[in-house]
């Protein structure tokens, strides 16, 4: 396939972004396989991992044994339909009538008694010898008569040729359809041949004698001449059976949209079966459409275009937060993380309020910014609703908690507020889980529930971000609070030698700090880091702390006896001591830039001075610091404290104007020098620090001063 230059090039700019936005789309179906409603289909004796809440309004169904029972019941009750042949009825009683007229007409004949006996067997061939010598007496008369009466009864009352052949329903009942009316009657009232029969012989004998002639040859004239009247109507039989069977009513009833199916940790009985089963009755013909298809794609289109609007966010937070491919990876490595445990564990009851969220948001803080996990926050929930179909209620606890602790974590995350974060965070998660599931109708037991999983959620997500907050900013080369509030414990163990070696450079880093605090604020730069910086800045000096000035009594100064040059090698040496020492203890990067950039490449005046006044033609890069140059705001900060506190400690007698002159005159001297030319430091920030560095300074010496003055009136 070919494939435009452009778009190639593209392709491979976003590579990363695509696999990330292709694995979670994989991941996403995998897990959340197309439903509109995500409900687990629950059999009897299953235990119900969460309250399930009819999604939609459906007809709750019959059980499907009870169904079939029921539809073979309504089978059953139609009785078989038998139609009464009027005209076979007309045509036996005819029968009889035409054999009583041709009878009669034989009599008045004079024809010889043998010749009439040929004719009539010979037209009724049925008729043995004896009746029809008997049809031919005296006696045929009454045969006649009775036979006649005898067919008219039992004609009457329907005959069939055999009851076998009617397919009975539940009881022996049949319905008689005669002269377009119905009636239903019992087997036993209608005839078939032989019990036709058998009524004629009983009657007989029961009327006249066993012994009289009726008895001999009624039966045989009835039986040759009778027609069964009855038939099964087959057709008309089983559609009415068909109708029975399918007008069975499948609905009992009818499940109301929200109503509650069962609850959390109940063992779904029958009943709850049949509306589960009601319900993906329901829902499957929908699901099985052109309808699905469409579906699948917006869903996904969706996500595509909320995860494409989350991409711009971060690549336009690219430049502002330092974000590279490792950050990307992280961040959608968090955001897979929630895929996951939502998707392996989502059948469990509660899930949602022990989704990572939670932790996802604070790494994100910490390790970003608040807006950002804001953003990553609104982007993970989203998605998850879209693909899950999250209960709403969870999510909104969850939202709530996770923007409380992108703010708290922020603001009072260290080791020191460890516990104190725990609970708030653990706290909130728990009351919102408890408050929101309570407002959602559910019960008491299982609000509490919620209400525990939330809080554990909150404990164990702070936790795991302490336990592992250190090894993901080595990975990210990132800096949180929670490390620079361990670098700004004074217990830190680089603290405490460079207190005990050197006081007076301990007292100058503790002035530094403090001045790039107020400094960092003033100008909404990173106030911890520079604090941090100004605290370890100058830690290189422990090597040799009375080769530094702030550090000499009056008796003793080593550079007398050295060459300028050796001596500014010397002092050069606390940047490299520094770093070295910074390494050795693990001291993140960030904060090892502070010892390497303070100085930058400025020169050390003093002994440059000293070098000049001896060799007019002293090469000046010989008495310069090696650099790096100041980049961050923080790290410009601190290089302009450093040199502001210098400089103001070696005045005689610091009055406003003075402390004021000197830190302008370093300003400059810096400016001037080149030392902001690689600073993100915009010159009206330079300005405000200036105007916080005097301030602080003036708060700081102002009173000794004051009192000197009155010491010596
Ligand atoms: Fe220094
Ligand atoms: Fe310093």
Do not use: C
């Amino acid at each position: 396939m070919h494939i435009p230059i452009f778009l190639r090039d593209k392709i491979k700019k976003h590579i990363l972004d695509i696999s990330i936005l292709l694995l979670s789309i994989i991941l996403f179906n995998i897990f959340f396989p197309y439903s509109v409603y995500t409900i687990p289909n629950l059999k009897k004796g299953d235990i119900a991992s969460r309250d399930i809440i009819a999604p939609i309004t459906f007809d709750l169904l019959k059980n499907s044994t009870i169904l079939k029972m029921e539809r073979q019941l309504a089978y059953d009750n139609v009785p078989p339909v038998l139609i009464f042949d009027e005209k076979a009825t007309q045509n036996t009683i005819n029968e009889l009538y035409k054999l009583s007229v041709f009878l009669d007409s034989m009599k008045m004949n004079l024809w010889k008694q043998d010749n009439k006996k040929r004719i009539l067997s010979k037209r009724y061939p049925s008729l043995s010898k004896e009746l029809i010598e008997i049809l031919l007496s005296e006696k045929g008369e009454k045969v006649l008569s009775y036979a006649g009466g005898a067919l008219n009864d039992i004609l009457s009352k329907g005959v069939i040729s055999d009851k076998i052949s009617i397919p009975f329903g539940k009881d022996k009942k049949v319905v008689i359809e005669k002269n377009g009316k119905e009636h239903i009657v019992g087997v036993e009232e209608i005839f078939d041949l032989n019990e036709a029969m058998h009524f004629i012989k009983q009657d007989i004998t029961s009327k006249y004698s066993s012994n009289s002639f009726l008895l001999k040859y009624s039966p045989e004239l009835t039986q040759s001449i009778i027609k069964p009247n009855l038939s099964v109507d087959i057709a008309e039989t089983s559609f009415r059976r068909e109708n029975a069977r399918n007008s069975v009513q499948k609905k009992v009833g009818v499940i109301l949209k929200g109503e509650i199916i069962v609850r959390a940790n109940e063992i779904v009985d029958e009943s709850v079966e049949d509306k589960i089963t009601s319900m993906y009755t329901y829902m499957s013909p929908k699901q099985n459409s052109f309808d699905r298809v469409i579906r699948f794609l917006v869903k996904n289109m969706i996500f595509f275009i909320i995860f494409f609007l989350y991409i711009l966010f971060i690549n336009s937070q690219f430049k502002k937060l330092n974000i590279r491919k490792r950050d990307k990876i992280f961040i959608s490595s968090v955001f897979i993380l929630n895929i996951l445990v939502y998707g392996l564990f989502y059948q469990f009851a509660h899930i949602e309020y022990l989704l990572p969220v939670l932790l996802s948001s604070i790494l994100i803080s910490l390790l970003y910014s608040r807006t950002f996990a804001l953003v990553s926050l609104l982007f993970n929930l989203s998605s998850l609703i879209l693909y899950s179909g999250l209960r709403m209620q969870g999510l909104l606890a969850l939202l709530i908690s996770s923007i409380y602790a992108i703010y708290l974590i922020r603001e009072r995350g260290s080791r020191k507020h460890f516990v104190s974060v725990i609970v708030r965070v653990g706290l909130v998660n728990g009351i919102f889980a408890f408050l929101i599931e309570l407002y959602g109708e559910t019960s008491f037991g299982q609000a509490i529930i919620s209400s525990v999983y939330g809080f554990i959620n909150g404990v164990i997500s702070i936790i795991l971000v302490t336990a592992f907050i250190q090894i993901l900013e080595r990975i990210l080369g990132k800096v949180t609070r929670i490390s620079l509030m361990d670098l700004l414990d004074l217990n830190h163990p680089l603290l405490i030698d460079l207190a005990e070696k050197t006081s007076g450079t301990f007292n100058h880093s503790m002035v530094v700090a403090s001045l790039s605090e107020k400094a960092a604020l003033a100008i909404n730069a990173d106030e911890l880091m520079a604090k941090v910086g100004g605290y370890f800045h100058d830690i290189g000096k422990m090597e040799k702390p009375e080769y530094f000035i702030e550090n000499q009594n009056r008796d003793f100064n080593p550079h007398q006896s050295l060459p300028p040059e050796i001596s500014a090698t010397i002092i050069k040496e606390h940047i490299i001591d520094g770093e070295k020492m910074a390494n050795k203890h693990k001291i993140p990067s960030q904060v090892t830039a502070f010892i390497k950039s303070h100085h930058g490449t400025s020169t050390i005046e003093y002994f440059l001075e000293k070098s000049k006044s001896q060799d007019p033609l002293t090469d000046d890069n010989k008495y310069r610091y090696d650099g790096p140059l100041p980049k961050t705001n923080e790290e410009t900060i601190v290089m302009l404290a450093d040199s502001v506190e210098a400089g103001v400690r070696s005045l005689s007698n610091p009055d406003e104007q003075g402390m004021k002159r000197t830190i302008e005159t370093i300003f400059e001297k810096k400016l001037r020098d080149g030392q902001f030319n690689e600073s993100e430091m915009s010159v009206a920030n330079i300005l405000i620090i200036r105007d916080v560095f005097s301030n602080v300074l003036k708060g700081i010496y102002h009173p000794r001063v004051d009192y000197d003055n009155i010491g010596k009136k």
